[in-house]
């Protein structure tokens, strides 16, 4: 063992020589709202998968051969290759000097140029909003995409969507009063930053029996309800397609939604990250950007995107950007505020915003090859949705609405009793939870509880990607059957 | 004009349809903490430099060709070449097609694989605290750097070093009796996280007539007064080499500081990222890990770095991480965490920062281009640092400190009575915002104002970067002393 491997091995015995108390330390050493944070897709499944996966590296014998991540839309991870038009536009403002090589077709150098001239390089901080030609180039695909204009100074790039996120409840919450209405099940980012900010999630239900649909009811009782407790209802937040549901909203609920933001003066905070993974002709996507204008609603809007979906699941570059429309100039001035104490989003992750926004056009030397990784990408993951769900549906007790858009199926599972009373003997929030560390540690396949989304009271579910390679899937579903079958055996 | 230019230039009309009232807008529609932050070092006077740069793009007739941005340690943005390892490293890894073509050296090459078998590329997220065998060489590295051994696990990626900063803020500061000391003058990343999170910025004094140290008694006034008024102060920020005094920590006042937390129970943070940033041979970096080692101290601390500064620059690429040392199992959990909301910090950054940490070793075949390049920028940097201080002192009525290390001077201006009678009468904080607003409409030289680190009471100063090349550095003084005299003689 050498000199190094010592020093990092071993820990060093720390003796008190003092009086001095740790002042980092649970319980009453933290921020609370904080240490009540919950974050599924990040939490005890998955660091039991890591610790899985270190134990299978060092050769351990499990009864699989390796860990299969379902937990998370990180589609790289899973074998995904990136589409080489964006890789080689980034490794050429990295390494200018393979501008100058023939390596690399003429659509690529022209875009990497005009990014090299437009901004200081991938190394300078740029304006905090990000760099502005970026920003233009960005309005301008909003544009085309919506039929309406975009104003580059009011997209705002951040590290993925998340930041933006972030900073926008930042912005509303003003006190532990102050809530934001969000779906039932949802994304744990909203949850989580909602309880680090002390406000209150305020949730409404989607329609499980009617695909995931969402009810303009169900969001008036949800208001009314939260109104009655005293809440100060901030804004809505809306994620289309849905995430984990897979659901896709239709023009008609969306002119609701708005109507109804209108009507109790409410913020649209719409997730639109997976507006590129539609696997359903009957339901375009349609931004809550295009309705609102159509509509010439006044309501406020924050519309987000991010590099790490689509086709592209480029998740490790952490590009994104929140757009706001009719906002007061005030806060967009300090949503900048905000945005500036982090001094900008990295310029990769813009950088490849900006080519997501604006691929390849037809007659372009890039085109032929972009189109055929997409098509590729997308195809497959259209069909993976398809064989996933039909597969899930085959099990004794699982129902599963069809995946329409996203990377995400929701199956419901019906659990034993037995289930429910071992899963409370182990302490878990419930009885999910112990079907998907059952599920882990016989299979390796790596979900998450539904618990982790929210779902209604008495129904158990878990989310799973349909990610992973085509032979894998079929992998997972024959591992995921027999698992299933002895897990319902066990506990009947 | 095009239709897509006519979409984004012009906004279209929102004529009221409803009775909808903005929600978020100022003084009562956003949270009260988050509107009073202050960060200057993107503030007003930045806003305005913006503006004069789009005007002479615009071809505007200023009295000056070009902004010449002295406001931020932004290094390439104001010609700093990248260093061709870093970047050829961060192509290959990019777009992995280059690894097969002769254009790169081996060692690029080597550490390009290496990453690359190591992690699932950078465009998949890692696990939240950063790719685990990047995290086990930076601790290796750490362990060389100091002689005692550094966990991997207590390691934790960030974009930048400004988001660990925030994250760790964010677990101390438990409510508004909580406060943490900073220097005064400081940089404003932690006052403006200090104001968001509502604590307390406990602000000690660095001493202009000994060269900005940092007196031991002083700290103890500050504490000992925050306490009288009911202030719980948990931890104590120090930002060594200094930010923006450029001051370099003795290593016997280093070891008074960990007695100091030791004795009366604060968290040290130690903001270290200007460690490779130093100008004199009295003083080498010496880092408050090793210390408190040396000590055999229990203080807990958490040390910050990043890729943004040393003589690589690349602060766009933002890339950091912070070290906890001596804290307890459940901080880093929470930790933990509060990163994993994001996700991931961005895995180009990862990388870079694993490279600045294991750079090319001499018999490398990148190490001679490697050597003369950091080589070259690190004496530039000294050289400019002394001329720029030199110059300075020539002023009237200008006193300067010299810069031993960072990437800064904060020269103290004496301004005549008059000049503060005038800024009083623009709603300005201090007078030297009078001043650096002035200077940079008659010169388009963009400097920021003390008044934005904080400054002892009658006193005032500006900061200023010494990065642009030289010639623009000998500009940049010639435009100064004339507008330095005009100022005084008009306002005199």
Redesign the interface.
């Known amino acids: 063992m050498s000199f190094?491997q010592?020093?990092?091995?071993?820990?060093?015995p720390?003796?008190?020589?003092?009086k001095?108390?740790?002042?980092?330390?649970?319980p009453?050493?933290?921020?609370?709202a904080?240490?009540s944070?919950q974050?599924a897709v990040?939490g005890q499944l998955v660091l039991r998968a890591?610790e899985l996966s270190r134990q299978l590296d060092a050769g351990a014998e499990l009864p699989f051969s390796s860990v299969i991540y379902c937990n998370?839309g990180?589609?790289?991870?899973v074998g995904q290759t990136?589409i080489?038009f964006i890789?080689?536009c980034?490794?050429?403002v990295?390494?200018p000097?393979?501008l100058d090589?023939s390596?690399l077709p003429s659509d690529v150098i022209s875009r990497a140029r005009e990014f090299l001239e437009d901004s200081?390089?991938?190394?300078?901080?740029?304006?905090?909003k990000g760099v502005y030609s970026i920003r233009?180039r960005i309005?301008?695909a909003i544009?085309?995409r919506d039929?309406?204009?975009?104003?580059?100074d009011t997209v705002y790039l951040s590290?993925?969507a998340?930041?933006a996120v972030?900073a926008l409840l930042?912005?509303?919450?003003?006190n532990s009063q102050d809530g934001v209405m969000t779906p039932i099940p949802q994304y744990p980012?909203y949850s989580?930053?909602l309880t680090?900010l002390s406000g209150r999630q305020v949730g409404y239900y989607l329609d499980e029996q009617n695909d995931w649909s969402l009810n303009i009811h169900e969001l008036q009782r949800s208001l009314d309800n939260a109104r009655v407790e005293g809440t100060q209802v901030?804004?809505i937040v809306v994620i289309n397609p849905g995430n984990p549901t897979g659901q896709v909203l239709s023009r008609e609920n969306m002119e609701d939604i708005i109507r109804f933001?209108?009507?109790e003066?409410?913020?649209l905070m719409a997730d639109e990250v997976y507006q590129k993974n539609i696997y359903t002709k009957e339901k375009p996507f349609i931004s809550f950007k295009k309705v609102l204008?159509d509509l010439?609603?006044?309501?406020?809007l924050a519309s987000f995107h991010s590099v790490?979906k689509g086709v592209m699941?480029?998740?490790?570059?952490?590009g994104g950007y929140v757009e706001l429309v009719?906002?007061?100039r005030?806060?967009e001035e300090?949503l900048y505020?905000?945005m500036?104490?982090?001094?900008?989003?990295?310029?990769?992750?813009q950088f490849a915003m900006d080519l997501m926004m604006t691929p390849p056009k037809e007659g372009e030397p890039s085109y032929e090859l972009y189109k055929t990784e997409t098509d590729g990408i997308f195809n497959d993951l259209k069909s993976k949705a398809a064989m996933l769900c039909d597969s899930l549906n085959t099990l004794a007790g699982v129902t599963c609405n069809k995946s329409e858009g996203a990377m995400y199926l929701f199956p419901r599972i019906a659990l034993p009793e037995k289930a429910m009373i071992e899963a409370k003997k182990r302490g878990y929030a419930c009885a999910d939870v112990l079907y998907c560390m059952e599920l882990l540690d016989a299979t390796g396949i790596c979900v998450v509880p539904g618990s982790g989304f929210g779902q209604k009271e008495g129904t158990l579910h878990f989310r799973t990607t349909f990610l992973p390679p085509k032979e894998a899937i079929d992998d997972v579903m024959k591992r995921l059957r027999k698992f299933h079958e002895q897990f319902l055996l066990s506990y009947s």
Chains 1, 2 share one sequence.
């Open positions: 190094l010592t020093l990092t091995t071993f820990a060093t720390q003796p008190q020589t003092t001095y108390v740790k002042v980092l330390h649970r009453s050493g933290f921020n609370e904080v240490q944070m974050y990040r890591q998370i990180n589609p790289q991870s990136p080489t890789r080689q980034v490794a050429a990295t390494c000097s393979l090589t390596a200081h390089g991938v190394g300078a901080y740029s304006e905090s233009k309005a301008e544009a085309r039929g309406y204009p975009s104003n580059p590290n993925g998340s930041e972030k930042q912005i509303t919450i003003r980012l989580a930053s680090a901030r804004a933001c209108e009507r003066n409410l913020v204008r010439n609603s006044p309501v406020e790490s699941g480029e998740c490790g570059l952490r009719n906002t007061e005030d806060v300090l505020k905000v500036s104490v982090s001094l900008c989003s990295n310029l990769v992750g």
